[in-house]
């Protein structure tokens, strides 16, 4: 039990710490400038609708006079008045819902962006757990060759290889050494980049804890409610058409009334008009109405066009996963046989002095070439895999 606790204070004092991929996208969503703008336009955008919907401002007017009639006395006459527009019936709430409906569809659009964000988090925690994996895979591969080849050295100081190949060993070594280095830089730039973008303090005590990587699967579920977000969008921008239909088909939208006070030389006058516009006399509502259908159509041609492309779109990609996880099986069965099998007998046959140091190298370097296919192939599934779900704009599964 007391050693349980020292190492426990030992971790925590040490400072170290593993991420799992949900922490990860906590702590983007926690500091998300994105999401942070996205839900200020939405605000914004609501605000200009209330603006551009609100009553004109009331207005006050005057006139002033300077009279001299024929009979009696000179004197000063005057008018004010107020005068304001009202909307008529309930053109006002249909304006600010027509205006809402289409601000909601373009935040709803906006949504994925966020989608694509966190998607594409879930894709470089993967990499980089695939970076990780194989900088130790090759490290193990390169401290293998490393104690071979100091066995060499020795067989070469009794005299027992030649000169030839023990420099051919190496020149394997430290070309194995210079890509060992090549691939540890992967592994942290692909670090950095997930932590920088996940707003994560980089520390080389920090890792991922890798064990919760999505499974390599050759069909992936991906729900019936595909393309939601899309569906959402057309829908309230063909509502929105409808509602402007609706409201330029009233042949009245608003009237204008107006009170005013006259002050005469002996009269004091108190009057209030009402003003109507005659709407026959112009077809602004009219042409108003027919661009709101014209809308709708177009809104209903370009979402069919949009959602042909989406769905051919989407069948490439998981004919793609598919094809990439037949072979991440496949290459991982070869993989098995190569270091179960051939490999051992490889080495054996080379040690006994039956084949060359020339056949032995080609045999490490192809069994490596398979490994580096097998990581790349996997790479490539998980990039697809998410630009997949992207593109489906919705949660995925595991």
Same mark, same amino acid.
């Given at each position: 039990?007391?050693h349980?606790?020292?190492?426990?204070?030992?971790?925590?004092?040490?400072?170290?710490?593993?991420?799992?991929?949900?922490?990860?996208?906590?702590?983007?969503?926690n500091?998300?400038?994105?999401?942070?703008?996205?839900?200020?336009e939405?605000?914004?955008?609501?605000?200009?609708?209330?603006?551009?919907?609100?009553?004109?401002?009331?207005?006050?007017?005057?006139t002033?006079?300077?009279?001299?009639?024929?009979?009696?006395?000179?004197?000063?006459?005057?008018?004010?008045?107020?005068?304001?527009?009202?909307?008529?019936?309930d053109?006002?709430?249909?304006?600010q819902?027509?205006?809402?409906?289409?601000?909601?569809?373009?935040?709803?659009?906006?949504?994925?962006?966020?989608?694509?964000?966190?998607?594409?988090l879930?894709?470089?925690?993967h990499?980089?757990?695939?970076?990780?994996?194989?900088y130790?895979?090759?490290?193990?591969?390169?401290?293998?060759?490393?104690?071979?080849?100091?066995?060499?050295?020795?067989?070469?100081?009794?005299?027992?290889?030649?000169k030839?190949?023990?420099m051919?060993?190496?020149?394997?070594?430290?070309?194995?050494?210079?890509?060992?280095?090549?691939?540890?830089?992967?592994?942290?730039?692909?670090?950095?980049?997930?932590?920088?973008l996940?707003?994560i303090?980089?520390s080389?005590?920090?890792?991922?804890?890798?064990?919760?990587?999505?499974?390599v699967?050759?069909?992936v579920?991906?729900?019936?409610?595909?393309?939601?977000?899309?569906?959402?969008?057309?829908?309230?921008?063909?509502?929105?058409?409808?509602?402007?239909?609706?409201?330029?088909s009233?042949?009245?939208?608003?009237?204008?009334?107006?009170?005013?006070?006259d002050?005469?030389?002996?009269?004091?006058?108190?009057?209030?008009?009402?003003?109507?516009?005659?709407?026959?006399?112009?077809n602004?509502?009219?042409?108003?109405?027919?661009?709101?259908?014209? %809308? =709708?159509?177009?809104? !209903?041609?370009?979402?069919?066009?949009t959602? *042909?492309e $989406? /769905? &051919?779109?989407?069948?490439?990609?998981?004919s793609t996963?598919?094809?990439?996880a037949?072979?991440?099986?496949?290459? %991982? =069965?070869?993989?098995r !046989?190569?270091?179960?099998?051939?490999?051992? *007998?490889? $080495? /054996? &046959?080379?040690?006994?002095?039956?084949?060359?140091?020339?056949?032995?190298?080609?045999n490490?370097?192809?069994?490596?070439?398979?490994?580096?296919?097998?990581?790349?192939?996997?790479?490539?599934?998980?990039?697809?895999?998410?630009?997949?779900?992207?593109?489906?704009?919705m949660k995925?599964?595991?």
């Amino acid at each position: 039990m007391k050693h349980i606790i020292l190492f426990a204070l030992l971790i925590q004092f040490s400072g170290a710490s593993t991420l799992t991929l949900k922490k990860v996208l906590a702590s983007a969503n926690n500091n998300n400038a994105l999401s942070k703008s996205i839900e200020q336009e939405a605000l914004r955008l609501e605000a200009r609708n209330l603006a551009d919907t609100s009553l004109d401002p009331m207005e006050l007017y005057g006139t002033g006079t300077r009279a001299h009639p024929k009979f009696g006395d000179n004197g000063s006459e005057y008018s004010v008045g107020l005068l304001q527009k009202l909307s008529w019936g309930d053109t006002q709430e249909q304006d600010q819902t027509i205006s809402r409906l289409n601000n909601e569809a373009n935040m709803l659009e906006e949504d994925k962006k966020i989608l694509n964000f966190q998607n594409g988090l879930k894709s470089l925690y993967h990499q980089h757990c695939l970076d990780h994996k194989n900088y130790k895979s090759f490290r193990q591969n390169y401290d293998d060759f490393a104690k071979l080849y100091k066995k060499k050295q020795k067989a070469y100081k009794y005299q027992e290889i030649s000169k030839a190949e023990l420099m051919q060993l190496e020149i394997e070594k430290n070309k194995l050494y210079a890509q060992l280095q090549e691939i540890q830089m992967i592994q942290k730039m692909s670090k950095q980049k997930l932590f920088i973008l996940g707003r994560i303090n980089l520390s080389s005590k920090t890792t991922l804890a890798c064990s919760d990587m999505y499974p390599v699967r050759e069909n992936v579920k991906v729900g019936e409610n595909r393309f939601q977000l899309s569906k959402e969008a057309y829908d309230k921008r063909i509502q929105s058409t409808q509602v402007a239909i609706e409201r330029y088909s009233k042949p009245l939208d608003s009237i204008s009334l107006a009170v005013q006070y006259d002050k005469e030389l002996d009269v004091d006058k108190y009057s209030i008009g009402v003003s109507i516009p005659l709407s026959f006399t112009s077809n602004r509502t009219e042409q108003e109405r027919v661009a709101a259908m014209h %809308k =709708s159509s177009a809104i !209903d041609f370009q979402y069919e066009q949009t959602m *042909l492309e $989406k /769905k &051919s779109m989407f069948f490439q990609l998981r004919s793609t996963l598919k094809s990439n996880a037949l072979m991440i099986k496949s290459l %991982k =069965s070869n993989l098995r !046989d190569y270091k179960k099998n051939l490999m051992p *007998l490889i $080495k /054996k &046959s080379y040690d006994l002095g039956e084949s060359s140091v020339i056949e032995y190298l080609l045999n490490r370097q192809n069994y490596h070439q398979l490994k580096q296919e097998l990581f790349a192939t996997q790479k490539a599934y998980y990039r697809t895999l998410f630009r997949l779900y992207t593109l489906s704009e919705m949660k995925d599964r595991k």
